[in-house]
């Protein structure tokens, strides 16, 4: 069983273009595993107006 955390990491310490795969990577894992899915450490150091930017962002897109 992999987790969100064991797909992202290896593709983004991998090296070469790992922010557009890690990107990548990361919206597919998120769509898979969901927001309970992802990685709690990470979460943690989000700055709280970016966190509500995200929010604000994935409803408008969940509308179109």
């Given at each position: 069983?992999?987790?969100?955390?064991?797909?992202l990491?290896?593709?983004?310490?991998?090296?070469?273009?790992?922010?557009t795969?890690?990107?990548?990577?990361?919206?597919?894992?998120?769509?898979?595993?969901?927001?309970?899915?992802?990685?709690?450490?990470?979460?943690?150091?989000?700055?709280?107006?970016?966190?509500?930017?995200i929010?604000?962002?994935?409803?408008?897109?969940?509308?179109?």
């Amino acid at each position: 069983n992999n987790t969100f955390y064991d797909i992202l990491l290896p593709i983004v310490n991998k090296g070469g273009d790992c922010d557009t795969n890690g990107a990548l990577a990361g919206m597919l894992a998120g769509a898979l595993y969901g927001r309970k899915g992802l990685y709690k450490g990470w979460l943690k150091k989000i700055k709280k107006e970016i966190k509500r930017d995200i929010e604000r962002q994935t409803i408008k897109l969940l509308q179109i």
